[in-house]
């Protein structure tokens, strides 16, 4: 079989919002030698390498809100999609206390060539999709571990991250900081804004509402935890759309 960079869901669902999940796989693609990047299994199967428990939270998402959902096939270490072309970090060495031993002596050429087979065309199928409707609503979902190697807990169960364009984040952040239950950060537990990112790249620089979502990787490991969060987001990601008057 042909590998493919990316999958698409629910194209043709009529609604505004398309869910978007930029480390939605660990998959290491044949060209650059299958496997784990020589890395332990181990690492592969943690925050280094994907977002745990986002891809399942993007499909429950995406069916709840009617609206398509693409997904990356390749994992971050193989390149990753949410960098510009031009930054430094778009093909990591050394990531959370762990050398990438495939990626530790690549060049120009090698980077090339995995922005040909998997950046590009995962950034190619996205672009299609966004335009697909001149009143898109980008939605990006990402997952966070609760404690990087050496630093302190992380507190919060859901961020809200957003750059230059914060309206629809905002009105989420306001629905959000409702439930008494929640701890929530904004533009936590990273910033909201890299040059050359998917949601300035697919959003922001063409005027498309946008928000992205980090939750914590614990509270979606389990299919019952993916279910649970996707049905409570679905209907606040509606009120704040429709609150924010986008």
Not at 9 to 17: E, F, L, N, T, V
Not at 27 to 55: C, E, K, W
Not at 91 to 117: C, F, Q, T, V, W
Request: proline share 9%; charged share 25%; net charge negative.
């Amino acid at each position: 079989m042909t590998y493919k960079p990316y999958q698409i869901i629910g194209a043709d669902r009529p609604s505004r919002w398309l869910v978007t999940c930029d480390h939605a796989a660990n998959t290491v693609p044949d060209f650059v030698g299958g496997g784990s990047l020589g890395l332990p299994q181990a690492d592969m199967n943690r925050h280094i390498a994907y977002d745990p428990g986002a891809a399942e939270v993007t499909l429950a998402l995406a069916e709840a809100l009617d609206g398509p959902a693409i997904l990356s096939n390749f994992s971050r270490l193989v390149i990753d999609p949410n960098r510009g072309e031009d930054d430094p970090t778009l093909l990591m060495k050394l990531y959370d206390g762990s050398i990438i031993p495939a990626n530790r002596h690549a060049g120009p050429e090698e980077l090339e060539r995995r922005l040909d087979a998997c950046y590009r065309p995962y950034h190619a199928a996205l672009a299609g999709l966004a335009a697909r409707r001149d009143d898109t609503v980008l939605l990006s979902i990402h997952s966070f571990t609760p404690q990087l190697r050496g630093r302190p807990p992380r507190p919060w169960q859901v961020g809200v991250l957003y750059g230059r364009d914060e309206r629809l984040a905002q009105a989420l952040l306001t629905r959000l900081r409702q439930e008494p239950d929640l701890c929530v950060g904004e533009n936590e537990p990273y910033g909201g804004h890299l040059p050359g990112d998917a949601v300035e790249r697919h959003a922001i620089d063409h005027g498309r509402p946008n928000v992205l979502i980090e939750l914590r990787n614990d509270l979606i490991a389990t299919p019952e935890g993916q279910r649970a969060w996707a049905a409570r987001l679905a209907p606040m990601l509606a009120e704040a759309l429709a609150i924010s008057g986008l």
